[in-house]
């Protein structure tokens, strides 16, 4: 019931920019907080970004500070990140995450990929 569909990736030159999306079904993203995750080739998972329920409350990593921002629309039950100034570091496989529930069931969408490269 609860599906969170990422999308928007692609390959990008450094430098350049992209805005991923995250379209909640089965919730509402007003209703929780909401993050993104990236997952390099080869790496580990690194927490990008989250927002509070009421998208009034926003924190970053601190390797993506002051180039990427994340927003929400409650109409459209949708979740972005805007990047800017991309480096190749930033090559990853990016998903959108939650909690719902009253067992706060962990939920992540399948991912979108980002390729930073000249």
């Known amino acids: 019931q609860v599906q969170l569909v990422e999308s928007g990736g692609g390959m990008v030159q450094p430098g350049g920019s992209l805005k991923l999306s995250c379209v909640a079904s089965g919730f509402a993203i007003s209703t929780e907080d909401m993050t993104w995750v990236r997952q390099p080739p080869g790496k580990g998972p690194e927490w990008v970004a989250a927002?509070?329920?009421?998208?009034?409350?926003?924190d970053y990593a601190d390797s993506v500070k002051g180039r990427f921002t994340i927003s929400s629309d409650n109409a459209k039950n949708t979740l972005y990140l805007q990047m800017n100034s991309l480096r190749p570091e930033d090559t990853a496989l990016y998903h959108c995450?939650?909690?719902?529930?009253?067992?706060?069931?962990?939920?992540w969408g399948q991912g979108t990929e980002v390729t930073v490269s000249s």
């Open positions: 927002i509070d329920d009421d998208g009034g409350g926003t």
């Open positions: 995450g939650t909690r719902t529930g009253r067992a706060r069931t962990v939920v």
